[in-house]
């Protein structure tokens, strides 16, 4: 706040500074240069105005970086918070959700919390303090003519910036809707890139980013031209208010300039405050200096206005993120699970479940046919299980059940004896190593995407664990070994490669039970053998 006063108020100076320099030439010198030249007296005069140009440009900057280490440090917790919301949310909401407008809402909510702050710091304060500085500057020195129309000059300023980018709000909406579509599809499109490939639809894909980029111009046009017309509105309300106010200056000026009898004529006819008598050249200089200084904040106000509203809509998409709450939770002070070699049993007792999908008319969720209808089943300690069936007949589902990435619709699942809703989540998921069907590898190296299994293994641990694993051989045997970068999603790499490193993470978790769910589908039959 020091350093905000500070940088307004020798702001403000910078004119009066000038006005000097222009009355020292007009042979109106100050007091303090009384004893000097008008040369030598504007030179000093232009020289203090340099330095205070200086001085209050060096104050907004030292503001701009004390600042930037607290606003940055509320954007990263927010940011971090919501990364971690998104983490504890229900795997059907991740199933659901677009990647690309996901991270554009996030990004768009942590640049709009950076706005709202730095609007707040650099321009609604320091503008509101300036115009008070003004406003009282141009009624002492020049009467309530003057500081009336500067005053209703911003009034009217600020109404139809306000008017008008409240009509403008609705394009820019548009333009972040379509940019939104288009970047999620690109990313899907990327994503896809070898189904791309596979059946030549590199035109198709094309065709549609273009009709998703054609709807973004067409909202983009819009938006550009509304801001043609703001920029029109505001410069010829200004340039109105400071005509009229430099007329009522310049008539003061003239008034103290002119023979007496004159000068009480225009005084008396004008209205204008009896101190213009001791008015200079300078003070027209002023008034044009300071509201020329008020012009640059005034200018930015529309864009301030429009991106705090807009700042506030990506806020609230952000916030609106933090308000889902996911349905599988754990109980509060939910207990441990407790499972030795003894007590890890499965079973599965009545088990009825069905997903939940949207109905595209109304978005309420609807329940589809059942997956699981009445499934019981138990898996003793140390005995190995394999469940056979048909595609889509739910053998995922249940794997999904048993780690409680959903809850059972009806019935319940036990692991060692206890209802795996009644216990702490985390400690469950702890409890049990998953090998997943799909296999997806971090954009990382192989020895990120082994040890990711247990982050305290050793290397020794994450090496033993490839070489049970049969990946070893295969990792060894590349260039850069255990440093290969997998490419994103592991797509650098076979689907064998990548499922044999799902085992060997699945081996690190050292986990009391461990699923696979059709974890050898990419293994040749010998490797198979070597790795069960």
Same mark, same amino acid.
Do not use: W
């Given at each position: 706040?020091?350093?905000?006063?500070?940088?307004?108020?020798?702001?403000?100076?910078?004119?009066?500074?000038?006005?000097?320099?222009?009355?020292?030439?007009?042979?109106?010198?100050?007091?303090?240069?009384s004893?000097?030249?008008?040369?030598?007296?504007?030179?000093?005069?232009?020289?203090?105005?340099?330095?205070?140009?200086?001085?209050?440009?060096?104050?907004?900057?030292?503001?701009?970086?004390?600042?930037?280490?607290a606003?940055?440090?509320?954007?990263?917790?927010?940011?971090?918070?919501?990364?971690?919301?998104?983490?504890?949310?229900?795997?059907s909401?991740?199933?659901?959700?677009?990647?690309?407008?996901?991270?554009?809402?996030?990004?768009?909510?942590?640049?709009?919390?950076?706005?709202?702050?730095?609007?707040?710091?650099?321009?609604?304060?320091?503008?509101?303090?300036?115009?008070?500085?003004?406003?009282?500057?141009?009624?002492?020195?020049?009467?309530?003519?003057?500081?009336?129309?500067?005053?209703?000059?911003?009034?009217?300023?600020?109404?139809?910036?306000?008017?008008?980018?409240?009509w403008?709000?609705?394009?820019?909406?548009?333009?972040?809707?379509a940019?939104?579509?288009?970047?999620?599809?690109?990313?899907?499109?990327?994503?896809?890139?070898?189904?791309?490939?596979?059946?030549?639809?590199?035109?198709?894909?094309?065709?549609?980013?273009?009709?998703?980029?054609?709807?973004?111009?067409?909202?983009?046009?819009?938006?550009?031209?509304?801001?043609?017309?703001?920029?029109?509105?505001?410069?010829?309300?200004?340039?109105?208010?400071?005509?009229?106010?430099?007329?009522?200056?310049?008539?003061?000026?003239?008034?103290?300039?002119?023979?007496?009898?004159?000068?009480?004529?225009?005084?008396?006819?004008?209205?204008?405050?009896?101190?213009?008598?001791?008015?200079?050249?300078?003070?027209?200089?002023?008034?044009?200096?300071?509201?020329f200084?008020?012009?640059?904040?005034?200018?930015?106000?529309?864009?301030?206005?429009?991106? &705090?509203?807009? #700042?506030?809509?990506?806020? +609230? !998409?952000?916030?609106? *993120?933090?308000?889902?709450?996911?349905? @599988?939770? %754990?109980?509060?002070?939910?207990p441990?699970?407790?499972?030795?070699?003894?007590?890890?049993?499965?079973?599965?007792?009545?088990?009825?479940?069905?997903?939940?999908?949207?109905?595209?008319?109304?978005?309420?969720?609807?329940?589809?046919?059942?997956?699981?209808?009445?499934?019981?089943?138990?898996?003793?300690?140390?005995?190995?299980?394999?469940? &056979?069936?048909g #595609?889509?007949?739910?053998? +995922? !589902?249940?794997?999904? *059940?048993?780690?409680?990435?959903?809850? @059972?619709? %009806?019935?319940?699942?036990?692991?060692?004896?206890?209802?795996?809703?009644?216990?702490?989540?985390?400690?469950?998921?702890?409890?049990?190593?998953?090998?997943?069907?799909?296999?997806?590898?971090?954009?990382?190296?192989?020895?990120y995407?082994?040890?990711?299994?247990?982050?305290?293994?050793?290397?020794?641990?994450?090496?033993?664990?490839?070489?049970?694993?049969?990946?070893?051989?295969?990792?060894?045997?590349?260039?850069?070994?255990?440093?290969?970068?997998?490419?994103?999603?592991?797509?650098k790499?076979?689907?064998?490669?990548?499922?044999?490193?799902?085992?060997?993470?699945?081996?690190?978790?050292?986990?009391?039970?461990?699923?696979?769910?059709?974890?050898?589908?990419?293994?040749?039959?010998?490797?198979?053998?070597?790795?069960?």
């Open positions: 706040m020091l350093l905000l006063l500070s940088s307004k108020f020798v702001n403000v100076l910078v004119p009066f500074v000038f006005k000097h320099a222009v009355d020292c030439l007009s042979g109106e010198t100050p007091l303090l240069l004893d000097t030249s008008p040369t030598v007296a504007a030179t000093t005069m232009l020289i203090s105005y340099g330095l205070f140009r200086a001085t209050a440009s060096g104050l907004n900057e030292l503001r701009s970086a004390v600042f930037a280490k606003a940055l440090s509320s954007i990263r917790d927010v940011g971090v918070r919501v990364f971690r919301h998104m983490h504890d949310l229900d795997l909401y991740h199933l659901g959700r677009r990647t690309g407008a996901l991270g554009k809402a996030i990004d768009r909510g942590a640049r709009g919390i950076q706005f709202i702050l730095t609007a707040m710091v650099f321009n609604l304060f320091p503008t509101t303090f300036e115009v008070a500085v003004v406003t009282g500057i141009l009624y002492y020195k020049y009467g309530v003519a003057a500081s009336t129309i500067a005053l209703s000059c911003i009034a009217a300023y600020t109404a139809f910036t306000f008017a008008i980018t409240r403008r709000t609705q394009f820019r909406i548009q333009m972040n809707k940019d939104g579509r288009a970047a999620s599809q690109a990313t899907d499109s990327l994503i896809n890139y070898e189904t791309v490939k596979y059946f030549n639809n590199e035109e198709r894909e094309a065709e549609i980013y273009d009709k998703l980029q054609a709807q973004y111009e067409e909202a983009s046009i819009k938006t550009t031209t509304s801001l043609a017309v703001l920029n029109f509105g505001q410069a010829a309300i200004f340039s109105v208010g400071l005509a009229a106010t430099m007329i009522t200056v310049a008539n003061q000026v003239a008034a103290g300039l002119i023979d007496p009898a004159t000068a009480a004529h225009v005084l008396e006819t004008s209205g204008i405050n009896s101190l213009a008598k001791s008015l200079t050249v300078g003070d027209l200089v002023l008034v044009n200096g300071l509201l200084q008020l012009s640059i904040p005034l200018n930015f106000l529309g864009t301030v206005y429009r991106e &705090v509203r807009q #700042s506030l809509i990506d806020m +609230s !998409t952000m916030f609106t *993120l933090l308000e889902l709450s996911p349905t @599988v939770r %754990s109980l509060p002070n939910a441990n699970i407790h499972i030795d070699q003894s007590n890890s049993s499965v079973e599965f007792r009545d088990v009825r479940f069905t997903y939940y999908s949207k109905d595209p008319k109304d978005s309420l969720l609807k329940p589809g046919k059942f997956i699981c209808d009445g499934l019981s089943f138990k898996v003793e300690p140390g005995q190995r299980v394999a469940i &056979v069936g #595609s889509g007949a739910g053998k +995922s !589902t249940i794997v999904r *059940l048993a780690y409680r990435f959903f809850d @059972v619709t %009806s019935g319940s699942v036990l692991i060692g004896g206890q209802d795996i809703r009644s216990v702490n989540l985390d400690s469950l998921r702890r409890s049990i190593a998953v090998i997943p069907q799909d296999t997806v590898l971090f954009h990382n190296t192989i020895f995407n082994l040890q990711y299994g247990n982050l305290k293994a050793t290397p020794e641990e994450v090496y033993e664990a490839a070489r049970l694993s049969n990946v070893a051989n295969a990792i060894e045997r590349m260039p850069h070994g255990y440093d290969t970068q997998v490419g994103e999603r592991g797509l790499l076979s689907g064998g490669e990548k499922q044999r490193i799902a085992i060997a993470r699945a081996l690190l978790k050292k986990a009391p039970i461990l699923i696979y769910d059709e974890a050898t589908s990419s293994l040749d039959s010998i490797t198979e053998h070597v790795c069960f």
